[in-house]
């Protein structure tokens, strides 16, 4: 496939940003998107040009660091991370928008690459159960009903990757600390924290200039992971659960 990159490139934070355009050849359809960026970035070296800063880790789907918006839908047109969207879901000829998350609480640092520690300050904020010290509790020790244990492996999913914010018309955090929050408050473990994680996990979020939920859904549809967009209505009642009991 021959196809046409138009690429987000920004030097640095405070520079001023636009998207270059770029021709690349051959992309086998078995292709990641981010083994063709990597071909795209061969070229550039050869041509002793500024490769384009992207991030990424692990390739697998796992991290979430490879967030990118690809033709204005964040990680591209299937529901996955960027890192295992191939390149047979584009045609021949195709121009191809590239560009990073865009949210406020989301400065870029270089190119497509943006800065999303806020994610880990709302996490320390209140991301983290009671644990005793010394050996390790014997297994089944703290029963945890069923229904339990579901609703908090679904929400442990979240990867963090940031789709949500970039989803987001608002560029809301909701999803993601939704996700935090339930899957530990949803379990045995997480109940000495469960008053005050969910109210300095909702201060640290809105501190860090995420906007606001207006509930239109585009977090749940673009989480590649299938967070589900109930959590955040669980959270809101958690917070208001919180803050009755003071």
């Given at each position: 496939?021959?196809?046409?990159?138009?690429?987000?490139?920004q030097?640095?934070?405070?520079?001023?940003?636009?998207?270059?355009t770029?021709?690349?050849?051959?992309i086998?359809?078995?292709?990641s998107?981010?083994?063709?960026?990597?071909?795209?970035?061969?070229?550039?070296i050869?041509?002793?040009?500024e490769?384009v800063a992207?991030?990424?880790?692990?390739?697998?789907g796992?991290?979430g660091?490879?967030?990118?918006?690809?033709?204005?839908?964040?990680?591209?047109?299937?529901?996955?991370?960027?890192c295992?969207l191939?390149?047979?879901?584009?045609?021949?000829?195709?121009?191809?928008?590239?560009?990073?998350?865009?949210?406020?609480?989301?400065?870029?640092?270089?190119d497509?690459v943006?800065?999303?520690?806020?994610?880990?300050?709302?996490?320390?904020?209140g991301?983290?159960?009671?644990a005793?010290t010394?050996?390790?509790?014997e297994?089944h020790?703290?029963?945890?009903?069923?229904a339990?244990a579901?609703?908090?492996?679904?929400?442990?999913?979240?990867?963090?990757?940031?789709?949500?914010?970039?989803?987001?018309?608002?560029?809301?955090?909701m999803?993601?600390?939704?996700?935090?929050?339930v899957?530990?408050?949803?379990?045995?473990?997480?109940?000495?924290?469960?008053?005050?994680?969910?109210?300095?996990?909702?201060?640290?979020?809105?501190?860090?200039?995420?906007?606001?939920?207006?509930?239109?859904?585009?977090?749940?549809?673009?989480?590649?992971?299938?967070?589900?967009?109930?959590?955040i209505a669980?959270?809101?009642?958690?917070?208001?659960?919180a803050?009755?009991?003071?």
């Amino acid at each position: 496939m021959n196809l046409t990159l138009r690429i987000w490139r920004q030097s640095g934070p405070e520079d001023a940003g636009a998207l270059t355009t770029y021709e690349v050849r051959d992309i086998a359809p078995e292709m990641s998107f981010l083994e063709m960026l990597d071909t795209l970035n061969e070229e550039l070296i050869l041509a002793d040009e500024e490769p384009v800063a992207f991030d990424h880790d692990c390739r697998e789907g796992i991290c979430g660091a490879c967030g990118v918006v690809i033709n204005g839908q964040a990680h591209g047109p299937e529901r996955t991370t960027t890192c295992q969207l191939h390149m047979r879901h584009f045609n021949d000829g195709d121009t191809i928008d590239v560009e990073p998350w865009r949210a406020g609480a989301f400065p870029v640092v270089k190119d497509l690459v943006v800065d999303r520690s806020a994610f880990d300050r709302i996490i320390g904020a209140g991301g983290y159960i009671t644990a005793p010290t010394g050996s390790a509790p014997e297994a089944h020790a703290t029963p945890v009903p069923k229904a339990a244990a579901d609703t908090a492996f679904e929400h442990a999913e979240c990867i963090g990757c940031g789709a949500c914010v970039a989803a987001c018309p608002n560029g809301s955090a909701m999803l993601f600390t939704a996700a935090k929050v339930v899957h530990l408050n949803s379990l045995p473990q997480g109940a000495p924290e469960r008053e005050t994680r969910v109210l300095d996990m909702v201060t640290q979020m809105d501190a860090e200039g995420f906007g606001g939920c207006t509930n239109t859904g585009e977090c749940a549809v673009a989480c590649p992971k299938g967070i589900p967009l109930f959590g955040i209505a669980r959270m809101n009642r958690e917070f208001v659960r919180a803050v009755r009991k003071g």
